[in-house]
């Protein structure tokens, strides 16, 4: 191997060891080694002559691994696959793997077994993270925070709903992973173009093609094959794949983004420990580093989204390569760059801090405008038309925030201005007791967190051990 190898950096830093063990380099060899082994008895079994000491010669240098060997092949070859196949008959002493199959018929159902275990792991992964985020909505469900849309005050939610949310995003998530788990199905060994012909020339009738197909379906662990494809199986399955893990890292993406923003404001932290540095320069900085990690590795899977859309509809007739290098690159990647999203999260809720004081005051600073439409409904019941209440609570409401900044006011003088307003036929006491942080009113809240952790809690046990997993000590 050359001296200036580079690594794959979403692998080596940001994905657990248990997603680089599925799309290791030596996992796939093995992987391909085990199918090719599983074919050849399946095609024993069917009456073609396969020795048993054959057999036994291949299961016995599966694990023999060298990965520079079969470098040194490649490059006199040009062909991956058949730089493999050699290494393997020469370990083994024997040619009789690959007969009646192409390269795609090894490839493709090698990849999709690679894909449908990463799966899985997204999903045990998905269901670990949505029991945080449960514990945390039902920890903070009635925390009253200052609410913000287009990041400016707006009304009063719960710290509570913020997890909730959330964990909403999630659970469909989950749940369209599962269903894609459920039915992911299996190319199959279909030959050169998709006819199978060869398997039928070697094993001489379509019933024993149709139970070396089910043997090599049962031997992968898939529910369901392919019946008609070409040499390749359709590319927009791979674009449902990459589609489905954007949509699990959406949640996440959008938990780390909020918590940026507060973190902003002192309101909360993602945790930081004791001898952590936040900057090289500057000793006093904490940063959300964590959360800033998960918003890019969100950007990296938008871009592998964009690649596998590419290759949807590209297929020339019954199949070519034109897709291979794309796919290499975008499908462990975006495995990659999801299951270290995941495992950023678990670490952020794991490890975050609220600031209850600092999330109080924001309440109190901003209470009056937040309970505008409180007054707006109440000035409604007294008599005022919706649009007339409206322009006057906008009046007052945009002079009390330019008092704010000019006059670098802690508190908006809002009810001092209505209260002396005859327009505004609301007591002052009323007023008071209406934009009072204490009695800001939060809706549904605790009933909508109520809901979505119980719904989270079903998901999650679906998936056994989700609970107590940990992640990986993160960089």
Request: aromatic share 4%; net charge negative.
């Amino acid at each position: 191997m050359s001296g200036f190898e580079v690594p794959d950096v979403l692998a080596s830093r940001y994905a657990s060891r248990a997603m680089r063990e599925i799309w290791s380099p030596e996992g796939r060899v093995r992987l391909e080694r085990e199918l090719w082994i599983a074919v050849l008895e399946a095609q024993a079994e069917l009456g073609m002559d396969v020795p048993h000491e054959a057999l036994e010669a291949y299961r016995a240098v599966v694990d023999v691994v060298d990965l520079e060997s079969i470098r040194r092949r490649e490059l006199r070859l040009r062909h991956d696959v058949k730089a493999r196949l050699e290494e393997f008959a020469e370990l083994a002493g024997y040619q009789l793997v690959h007969r009646g199959m192409t390269s795609r018929d090894l490839t493709e159902n090698v990849e999709q077994l690679q894909v449908r275990r990463s799966l899985e792991l997204v999903g045990h992964k998905s269901a670990a993270l949505l029991q945080r985020l449960a514990d945390k909505a039902s920890a903070y469900r009635d925390t009253k925070v200052v609410a913000r849309t287009h990041n400016v005050p707006a009304q009063v939610t719960t710290l509570g709903k913020r997890f909730a949310n959330v964990a909403e995003e999630l659970i469909l998530a989950v749940e369209r992973l599962e269903r894609l788990i459920d039915n992911y199905p299996l190319r199959g060994i279909k030959g050169p173009v998709g006819t199978q012909q060869d398997q039928l020339d070697l094993l001489g009738d379509v019933s024993a093609v149709e139970r070396l197909e089910r043997a090599v379906t049962s031997h992968l662990g898939f529910r369901r094959t392919m019946t008609s494809v070409g040499q390749v199986y359709p590319r927009s399955l791979d674009f449902d794949v990459v589609s489905a893990l954007v949509q699990v890292a959406a949640a996440p993406g959008d938990l780390a983004t909020t918590i940026r923003l507060m973190a902003g404001h002192d309101l909360i932290s993602e945790g930081f420990s004791e001898d952590q540095v936040g900057s090289s320069a500057m000793p006093h900085k904490v940063n959300a580093r964590t959360c800033e990690r998960i918003s890019a590795l969100l950007g990296v899977m938008k871009g592998q989204l964009a690649i596998v859309a590419g290759l949807v509809g590209n297929q020339w007739n019954e199949g070519d390569v034109s897709c291979s290098a794309a796919r290499r690159v975008a499908i462990p990647s975006a495995f990659f760059a999801v299951d270290g999203i995941l495992e950023a999260a678990m670490t952020v809720l794991d490890e975050m801090v609220v600031f209850e004081e600092e999330l109080h005051e924001e309440l109190r600073r901003w209470s009056p405008f937040l309970a505008s439409t409180r007054i707006l409904t109440r000035m409604q019941e007294l008599g005022v038309g919706r649009e007339d209440a409206h322009a006057i609570l906008r009046e007052h409401s945009l002079a009390a925030a330019r008092r704010m900044r000019s006059e670098g006011l802690s508190h908006p003088p809002l009810v001092d201005s209505l209260a002396s307003d005859p327009r505004v036929p609301v007591e002052r006491e009323e007023i008071e007791r209406l934009v009072d942080p204490e009695g800001l009113p939060t809706g549904l809240a605790g009933r909508q967190v109520d809901e979505v952790v119980r719904r989270a809690r079903i998901v999650a046990e679906r998936w056994p051990g989700a609970r107590d997993y940990r992640p990986d000590p993160i960089l």
